[in-house]
């Protein structure tokens, strides 16, 4: 055998050699492409699920949400109906007063006060005896 024909069938037995490894190494990337591309699915369906179940309890949330502002705007309601309704009783309170003083100044009886304006028998007779001193004497 000359050196000429031993580097003829070396040379084949590396050109197989790479051959057979490089199919080997496309096999390996196949393989672990495909494992990949099963991975990031199943990654991408899990994320899809997460988010769908985000997706829910963000409309709950949004139907909370909802609820509270009915309610809060309820209670903002009722809180200017008593206002309203306080300042009603103060203006019917003063309006009162104002009557049961006019009435002490023109020398009505504490009773008849009373029973007119609301006010208490001595807030009547303390009318009476500081706005019609005649009556008094």
């Known amino acids: 055998m000359d050196i000429a024909s031993l ?12 051959a057979g490894l ?9 393989f672990a492409f495909g494992r990949w591309h099963r991975s990031g699915r199943r ?12 997706r829910g309890q963000t409309h709950s949330l949004a ?9 809060i705007a309820a209670l903002q309601n009722r ?19 104002e009557l049961a003083l006019k009435l002490a100044r023109h020398g009505a009886d504490p009773d008849d006060i009373v029973s007119a304006t609301g006010v208490t028998r001595h807030e009547a007779q303390l009318l009476t005896r500081l706005h019609n001193p005649e009556r008094n004497q």
């Open 7 to 18: 580097f003829e069938t070396n040379e084949w037995l590396f050109f197989a050699a790479r």
């Open 63 to 71: 139907e909370l949400a909802q609820q509270l502002a009915g309610q």
């Open 79 to 97: 809180i200017e109906d008593r206002q309203q309704l306080q300042q009603a009783a103060a203006g019917s309170a003063q309006r009162g007063y």
């Open 22 to 30: 490089l199919a080997i190494a496309l096999l390996i990337f196949a």
């Open 43 to 54: 990654d991408m369906r899990e994320l899809f699920a997460q988010l769908q179940e985000s």
